[in-house]
């Protein structure tokens, strides 16, 4: 028998394959059931937050932030009630990173201000003396991508359910009313902001990157 | 389905696939001694596939002659 | 068909690949050494405005090594493997190697794109799965052409049995296949965008939160297995006993190991079941006998030290040999060390510090890296009917990077186990002892030997890279091909 198969490669691809495929399915397919609920009372992002998430991913801050608190007492201590599988239902992609050269954001937004991100981004080492962590100071003059958040949202809604539109949860709406409610909440952002350029583009009808971001890092909670 | 059920389903999977795949792999480790010790098959005149590789050396075990229709 | 007499191998995919293993090697190595050195002087982290920050990078430097260095060194191998192990040669079909052209063609613009929209901000974030929707489609025509080039070049063999080099890559071509497709399953979402002028390149996971996170980690885990692993085994087991003119100390072994690796990697990484309400007898009999197929996967590293037997002198007079048998010794070295990592009290320090990049860099540099570098020196006299340029210089780099990679692991190991450590100290009133930035700036050393480490190995690499240059333009030419150990001035 395994001679035979030793010397057909058609049949030892396919044994091959089954192989290795077998052990990840029968793996996978439990946890699959159990984690796609959401913990009562998560509200998928706003627009801006998710422009602000978008501004996360493209910059790759998981390359060096987890969003992941284990439970442990040293970390529950540091970073607030671990995580629960849950908070994570809307999440595309997961950003729980694998490497903390920083510490923890999964509960950010508890003890972080938009005056303390907006220093921060500008100039770690000025907020947090001895910071390792690159200065953003583009993120002040670039442009959020709000058409491509609404894009990402409508996507949730449309493919994956995900519960936009809703009682309680947030409007999404046509381009056109999403596009403004973002550049309402963006306002009350900008105004807690000290850094007068961004004031003003916000005026002017436009998101920078930063501001998004802080959208962003206060809504982890 | 719970989920209970599926995490049951999973180990019961996982448990008989391992000892299915552990007969197989040590059935297969005998049957490869056996092979070599009755002088059935020697296995490790394979090692000159790599030893003697230039394109004019005669193949070890020559697949169909090319004159063939099979091949 | 023209008679075997006049035919020979045709190395020009395997001359492209190659080119195309050195350039990606030489940047994404480079840029491997910048981050390193902008972790412990974070000044050189703004140099380059957005373009240059140390979190737009290091998804360049993982892709540029795994998959521009990695990647090309393995396919140049197989069409050089493949060719000679089966008895076929590329220039018997006009098909195949179209194919094969293609192939090349298609990976370097892949990868050459994936470069400008990684340090442009498009990416997926999830790693080693960075590249964006359009990339990912570009990444499936080439493995598939891969795929029949490998199929065909296989039935079009003399030899009736297939080498279990030839093996090795088979399984990486097909398992890599499965688990790229599966996790890189995602949305664009500019389908849904109604009016809004949104980005085409953008694409969300088809899975959310933790089930990303177990797709992700299922990939993740078996892709280092798939790229990282096998297909590096194929090399050393075409490459060693051919360089050596030794016989493989157990053919036998070769076999059973790789089976047995097949079986045990995708169970690895799997510790979902733990808390099940499967009995516990059975949940421990699975994990045993899990561990019983352990031990012949750990055959192959051991099989090559033994080829060696009786042989050991050619330590001494070949640098090829030394770079081969330092591969398998980091191989085992870090096949054991990962398994430590996965104990569970181990992981809760180990996990999120430096001692995970530590682990990763003492496979991959020493191991991988190595391996890929053999293996082009033992093909340059081949492909180039030229002695290679300079063996001094191949020692000298040999001791460079071996010194680089002891650095390296040797300060992330001492880094990770401090920083996981004070992470969790608590002073007598149970309050945390340490403040986040103080693990941070106690690192600083640590990170600057790393770099120092990193750019020994980037020397040596460049050191390669002139060799390889200088073996191919004015080595001496051959009359006719080596049988065995490579020739070297």
């Known amino acids: 028998m395994f001679h035979w198969l030793e010397q057909r490669p058609f049949f030892f691809a396919v044994m091959l394959f089954l192989t290795v495929a077998f052990a990840g399915f029968i793996e996978i397919i439990p946890d699959f059931a159990k984690a796609s609920q959401p913990v009562v009372g998560k509200k998928p992002s706003t627009i801006l937050q998710l422009a602000g998430r978008q501004v996360y991913i493209k910059d790759s801050c998981n390359a060096c932030h987890s969003q992941l608190i284990r439970p442990f007492k040293a970390e529950t201590d540091r970073y607030g009630m671990y995580s629960l599988s849950g ?119 436009k ?5 998004a971001l802080i959208a962003y890092l206060n809504s982890l909670k | ?52 590789d230039s394109l004019d050396s005669t193949p070890l075990e020559p697949r169909y002659r090319k004159q063939d229709k099979n091949d | 068909m023209q008679s075997n007499a006049q035919l020979e191998y045709d190395y020009s995919v395997v001359k492209l690949f190659t080119f195309a293993t050195i350039l990606f090697g030489i940047i994404g190595m480079t840029i491997g050494v910048i981050i390193a050195f902008q972790l412990a002087f974070p000044e050189l982290s703004n140099l380059a405005g957005e373009y240059g920050t140390f979190s737009r990078l290091r998804p360049l430097h993982t892709n540029g090594v795994a998959f521009g260095f990695t990647l090309s060194g393995i396919f140049a ?53 960075e590249l964006e929707w359009p990339l990912d489609l570009l990444v499936v025509v080439w493995w598939v052409l891969w795929g029949v080039a490998m199929f065909g070049m296989i039935g079009m063999r003399r030899e009736r049995a297939i080498y279990v080099s030839i093996w090795y890559y088979m399984s990486s071509f097909l398992a890599i296949a499965m688990l790229y497709i599966f996790n890189n399953m995602e949305v664009p979402t500019i389908f849904w965008s109604g009016d809004a002028p949104s980005s085409i390149m953008h694409s969300i996971s088809m899975y959310s939160g933790t089930n990303d996170a177990l797709v992700q980690w299922w990939y993740g885990h078996n892709a280092v297995a798939f790229v990282f692993t096998t297909p590096i085994i194929g090399i050393i087991y075409y490459f060693l006993p051919k360089e050596s003119g030794q016989p493989v100390f157990s053919y036998k072994l070769s076999v059973l190991a790789f089976w047995g690796l097949m079986f045990v990697y995708l169970w690895a990484g799997g510790h979902h079941l733990l808390y099940s309400t499967v009995p516990d007898w059975m949940q421990t009999m699975g994990s045993a006998m899990s561990v019983v197929l352990i031990l012949p996967s750990w055959g192959s590293a051991i099989n090559m030290l033994l080829t060696m037997k009786g042989e050991w002198q050619q330590l001494q007079t070949s640098p090829l040999i030394k770079f081969m048998i330092l591969a398998s010794t980091f191989y085992m070295l870090s096949t054991i060390e990962g398994p430590i990592q996965a104990i569970k009290s181990v992981n809760a320090i180990a996990h999120f510090t430096d ?135």
């Open chain 1, 207 to 211: 998101v920078p990157e930063i501001v």
């Open chain 3, 355 to 489: 001692w995970i990049p530590g682990h990763v860099h003492d496979g991959t540099l020493g191991w991988v890296g190595f391996m890929i570098i053999a293996g082009l020196y033992h093909m340059a006299p081949r492909m180039y009917k030229r002695e290679i340029y300079s063996k001094k210089l191949m020692d000298t780099q040999f001791w460079l990077q071996t010194t680089g990679i002891v650095l390296y692991f040797t300060s992330m190991w001492i880094a990770g186990i401090t920083q996981g450590m004070m992470w969790r100290a608590y002073d007598d009133y149970g309050s945390l002892l340490y403040s986040f930035i103080d693990t941070v700036e106690v690192l600083h050393p640590y990170y600057t030997l790393r770099g120092i480490g990193g750019l020994f190995y980037l020397t040596g690499f460049f050191m390669f890279a002139f060799n390889m240059y200088k073996t191919a333009t004015s080595g001496r030419v051959l009359d006719k091909e080596p049988a065995n150990a490579s020739p070297m001035a």
């Open chain 1, 87 to 205: 908070e994570y239902a809307y999440d595309r992609p997961f950003l729980w990173g694998s490497k903390r050269t920083g510490p923890d954001l999964h509960r950010v937004g508890n003890y972080r201000t938009t005056e303390w991100h907006e220093n921060h981004m500008m100039d770690p080492a000025a907020v947090v003396p001895g910071s390792i962590m690159p200065k953003y100071p583009h993120m002040f003059t670039n442009l959020a991508d709000i058409a491509t958040a609404y894009a990402n949202a409508s996507t949730q809604k449309a493919v994956f359910g995900t519960p936009y539109d809703q009682k309680g949860m947030p409007k999404l709406g046509t381009w056109k009313e999403a596009k403004a409610q973002a550049l309402a909440d963006a306002k009350k952002i900008a105004s807690e902001m000290k850094n007068q350029q961004v004031k003003d583009m916000v005026a002017a009808g």
């Open chain 3, 77 to 129: 191998t197989w069409y050089y493997v493949g060719q000679r192990t089966l008895k076929m040669s590329l220039k018997e079909s006009k098909f195949l190697m179209r194919v094969a052209k293609l192939h090349f063609w298609l990976y370097f613009i892949t990868i050459l794109l994936a470069v400008v929209t990684l340090i442009s901000g498009y990416t997926t974030s999830k790693e080693y799965a």
């Open chain 2, 1 to 52: 389905m719970s989920q209970e059920t599926l995490f049951t389903i999973a180990g019961y999977g996982k448990f008989f696939i391992t000892l299915f795949i552990f007969i197989m792999f040590y059935g297969y480790a005998y049957s490869i001694y056996k092979r070599q010790k009755t002088g059935e098959k020697d296995f490790e005149k394979y090692s000159n596939l790599v030893l003697n």
